[in-house]
């Protein structure tokens, strides 16, 4: 079994499935205060930042993308159109639908499979290994936006702790 696929897909499920949990305390919390769900999925920490809704998707988009380069299958495209907890919580479960098809064997090789990536939006296509792109790439950035989603809860009266975040 590839070491590529015993650190990437475990970590990626553990957080998107802490944060389907999340989703939930969102949903119950806005709920209880009588609050517009928008209100939480159009969330911002600052003015110049993604709001909550695109922090998941970025989420999302970081491990499917990690794991079809990986194991060398085709990159799925998803619009980011995600609207409200419910839609939220269904990208999230396509995430671990499409990680959870693909075996481990897939993964044989990946650490030193070169693969291409755009590292931002008008970035030029660059080459690295799939161990740099796990670990270098793909890992910062998906926890960079997972720890935003749960500032940005935290911040606003959601009642999520440490444990939560780490899905215990």
């Known amino acids: 079994m590839s070491s590529m696929n015993q650190i990437g897909v475990p970590t990626f499920t553990q957080t998107l499935t802490a944060l389907d949990k999340i989703l939930d305390k969102l949903a119950a919390h806005a709920e209880a205060r009588k609050i517009d769900e928008s209100v939480f999925v159009n969330l911002r920490l600052a003015p110049d930042m993604f709001p909550f809704s695109r922090q998941i998707q970025i989420m999302t988009d970081a491990c499917k993308g990690a794991v079809a380069r990986l194991s060398g299958r085709e990159l799925p495209s998803w ?36 693969v291409k990536i755009k590292l931002g939006r008008n970035a030029p296509e660059t080459e690295m290994s799939g161990k740099d792109l796990l670990a270098k790439v793909s890992l910062p950035n998906f926890y960079f936006h997972a720890t935003t989603t749960y500032a940005l809860l935290r911040a606003n009266g959601v009642d999520v702790g440490k444990n939560d975040f780490l899905n215990r």
């Open 79 to 114: 619009p980011d159109e995600e609207k409200t907890i419910a839609e939220l919580k269904a990208r999230i479960g396509k995430a671990l639908t499409f990680m959870a098809s693909i075996s481990p064997a897939e993964f044989e090789g990946s650490d030193a499979r070169m």
